[in-house]
């Protein structure tokens, strides 16, 4: 079983994990009322965080946030699609359709369609892409096809986004509200504890019964991971070219 890295989480990205691993819970722990009702709080937690959340983030940029979910999304279907041109272009050189055929397969790891998503989903999708894309045979790839500058129309809308969802984010006059002071730590809390039960439940007594609803859990929780691994490499490769800039001056 994977380890549910919830200390990285947002609070969106919080809710959004307990929304998805709650009822898998409910269902594997059916019968156990100890763990069904540690389970029932963290969906009491859930819904006082997105209450909470609700009085607390200014309405005031909803417009902003969608612009930029536009911006970004226009940015990828763009690249998107001209990687698809590449890789089928009967008149392009085999070099060049090889090139986009290697970066259609990046693409396709991380979803053709991945701007379909909410919000908190796409940009750890996004994320997790521009990792790939600035790989260096990635790199190598896009400059063969002149989509560099694509490829950074991409990385700075996505850029953007979070610029703007992060302000939205910031807690009003500087001070959290309590419910959610109260509250996040508690479902952190309760998600890693009936999440560690399961992994022993998986370790210690496997049953038919238990084995689907633990592969589902595992699933899930490698899909909430993804994205936050992800934002964790990009951050420590941005610390690491500022580092080295700083160094250079």
Same mark, same amino acid.
């Given at each position: 079983? &994977?380890?549910?890295?919830?200390?990285?989480?947002? !609070?969106?990205?919080?809710? =959004? =994990? %307990?929304?998805?691993?709650?009822?898998?819970?409910? +269902?594997? /722990?059916?019968?156990?009322?100890?763990?069904?009702?540690?389970?029932?709080?963290s969906g009491v937690d859930k819904a006082g965080i997105h209450q909470a959340a609700g009085r607390e983030l200014g309405s005031e940029l909803t417009d902003p946030i969608r612009l930029? &979910?536009?911006?970004?999304? !226009?940015? /990828?279907?763009?690249? +998107?699609?001209?990687?698809?041109?590449?890789?089928? !272009?009967?008149?392009?050189?085999?070099?060049?359709?090889? =090139?986009?055929?290697? *970066?259609r397969a990046v693409f396709g790891k991380h979803g053709n369609t991945l701007h379909r998503t909410g919000y908190m989903v796409e940009t750890g999708l996004l994320g997790a892409l521009?990792? &790939?894309?600035?790989?260096?045979?990635? +790199?190598?790839?896009?400059?063969?096809?002149?989509?560099?500058?694509?490829?950074?129309?991409?990385?700075? @809308?996505?850029? $953007? /986004?979070? +610029?703007?969802? &992060?302000?939205?984010?910031?807690?009003? @006059?500087? %001070? $959290?509200?309590?419910?959610?002071?109260?509250?996040?730590?508690?479902?952190?809390?309760?998600?890693?504890?009936?999440?560690?039960?399961? %992994?022993?439940?998986?370790?210690? !007594?496997?049953?038919?019964?238990?084995?689907?609803?633990?592969?589902?859990?595992?699933?899930?929780?490698?899909? *909430?991971?993804?994205?936050?691994?992800?934002?964790?490499?990009?951050?420590?490769?941005?610390?690491? @070219? $500022?580092?080295?800039? =700083?160094? %250079?001056?």
């Amino acid at each position: 079983m &994977d380890t549910l890295i919830t200390s990285h989480l947002a !609070n969106e990205e919080l809710t =959004a =994990a %307990a929304e998805r691993v709650l009822p898998v819970l409910e +269902r594997l /722990f059916d019968g156990n009322p100890v763990l069904q009702s540690i389970a029932q709080a963290s969906g009491v937690d859930k819904a006082g965080i997105h209450q909470a959340a609700g009085r607390e983030l200014g309405s005031e940029l909803t417009d902003p946030i969608r612009l930029a &979910d536009e911006a970004r999304e !226009n940015a /990828f279907t763009t690249l +998107r699609d001209f990687v698809g041109v590449w890789a089928k !272009n009967g008149a392009a050189s085999a070099a060049q359709r090889e =090139a986009g055929g290697r *970066l259609r397969a990046v693409f396709g790891k991380h979803g053709n369609t991945l701007h379909r998503t909410g919000y908190m989903v796409e940009t750890g999708l996004l994320g997790a892409l521009l990792v &790939d894309l600035g790989s260096d045979s990635s +790199r190598q790839d896009l400059e063969a096809l002149g989509l560099t500058a694509s490829c950074q129309r991409l990385a700075a @809308a996505q850029a $953007e /986004f979070e +610029r703007i969802w &992060d302000q939205k984010s910031a807690p009003s @006059a500087g %001070a $959290e509200v309590p419910a959610l002071r109260e509250r996040v730590p508690a479902l952190k809390r309760r998600l890693n504890l009936l999440v560690d039960v399961a %992994a022993e439940m998986e370790r210690l !007594n496997p049953s038919t019964e238990t084995s689907g609803l633990l592969t589902k859990l595992n699933e899930i929780i490698k899909d *909430l991971t993804a994205p936050v691994q992800a934002r964790q490499t990009r951050e420590a490769k941005d610390a690491e @070219a $500022e580092a080295k800039a =700083a160094g %250079a001056t």
